[in-house]
């Protein structure tokens, strides 16, 4: 499979703001000058002119002065960003909630190049366009879910799985107990499995959502994020643990165990700043895979135990290994930033590696759910039992 000739960008969106003179950064303590930042019709103001612009704004002169200010980035980092550099209580004042400049703000921002993002929002030097500017409200971030920008994918992608597997959950749990041999013990393993799923698509999609708004927002949304990784692939072990050794309560539950202390310091690991730096893009992909990879233990255990005749249509192996494979190929591409790496500035808004990992996490996460489906059809079809027969 060839790559030449792919095109994965828009050729002609309209969002890309281009300006010589905005995408170097200025000298610290000064303000970028140009116009591309700037709405249509305002014009340069001098250096240190933001001030002056602000106390305009305060008196409601929205129309006269444009939004210059917003779409900026680098006063939102200097003197927006944490809320706590000299000068802020202007600022806070001109977007307080309900005033008509934090409407004109939510409303007028656009896109910026990779170069002028503050390093806080620096992720994915290959996605060269389309990325939003720091925008510290909530309200903007969430609207900005409707524009086309370098994150309208990753949180499309993410809130529609949650979506999904919120409406399956439900459907789970309310089945007739007719269904299950255990009905309160089955309904709690899957219920693990769909909050797992649940949680980590909804943080993800929420991460993605308000990544921009602050350096310490997104530091605190992309721990919840990695945390939720962590927490759909414990809940994908739950029901495959339980329906595999269903008649070994032994090693069951000692796999159970172990996989929720090795999740327990996946967690841990990811509260630690530097874990969702770029520099360190490849060992998180290593510890989600490493954690993922540990089912191979329980999956040898079981194919040793039974046989690989038998285990591979038992143990629904198939499915299994297709989910590691969705897994391992979508870890692979966000690590390696493929394709974006071979078309910088080409996948900006559509096809980036970050994007097909999300795909692939749904697909995977779906996949798994009708693998130990077929698991607990299997041992429906027994009644449960537990015979010399049976496999473990
Ligand atoms: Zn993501």
Redesign the pocket.
């Known amino acids: 499979m060839g790559l030449a000739g792919w095109h994965c960008d828009l050729s002609s969106w309209p969002y890309l703001l281009c300006a010589q003179d905005s995408t170097q950064a200025p000298p610290a303590g000064r303000t970028p000058q140009g116009s591309c930042l700037a709405m249509p019709g305002s014009t340069p103001e001098a250096p240190g002119s933001h001030r002056r612009g602000l106390t305009d704004r305060a008196g409601g002169g929205v129309k006269r002065l444009g939004p210059r200010w917003p779409l900026s980035p680098w006063p939102h980092q200097a003197q927006w960003g944490m809320g706590k550099q000299p000068g802020m209580s202007a600022p806070n004042a001109w977007l307080s909630p309900g005033s008509l400049s934090l409407q004109v703000w939510e409303g007028r921002w656009r896109v910026i190049p990779h170069d002028v993002l503050p390093d806080w929002l620096k992720d994915n030097d290959f996605l060269l366009h389309g990325h939003r500017p720091p925008m510290p409200s909530f309200r903007a971030c969430f609207r900005s879910i409707f524009h086309l920008h370098t994150e309208t994918g990753?949180i499309w992608t993410?809130l529609l799985g949650f979506l999904f597997f919120l409406v399956l959950g439900i459907g789970y749990m309310i089945s007739p107990s007719i269904n299950y041999v255990a009905p309160i013990q089955e309904r709690i393993v899957f219920g693990t499995f769909f909050l797992g799923a649940i949680l980590c698509l909804c943080f993800?999609w929420l991460?993605?959502t308000v990544y921009c708004h602050s350096e310490r927002v997104s530091r605190t949304f992309s721990k919840l994020?990695y945390s939720g990784i962590t927490l759909l692939i414990v809940g994908s072990f739950v029901p495959w643990l339980y329906y595999s050794f269903y008649c070994s309560p032994q090693p069951q539950l000692i796999y159970l165990i172990i996989v929720c202390v090795l999740g327990i310091t996946a967690i841990t690991v990811s509260q630690w700043d530097h874990f969702a730096t770029p520099q360190y893009r490849a060992v998180r992909a290593g510890v989600f895979l490493g954690l993922g990879l540990s089912g191979l233990v329980p999956t040898l255990h079981f194919m040793l135990a039974e046989g690989l005749v038998q285990a591979v249509p038992a143990g629904q192996m198939g499915w299994l290994l297709l989910m590691a494979l969705l897994y391992i190929l979508g870890a692979a591409l966000?690590a390696a930033r493929v394709p974006e790496r071979f078309f910088p500035g080409k996948c900006d808004i559509w096809f980036h590696s970050?994007q097909i990992?999300?795909v692939l996490?749904v697909a995977g996460a779906s996949v798994h759910l009708h693998g130990v489906s077929q698991l607990q059809a299997f041992r429906s079809s027994l009644g449960g039992a537990c015979t010399e027969s049976t496999v473990l």
């Open positions: 990753n993410h993800s991460f993605h994020d966000y970050h990992f999300h996490v």
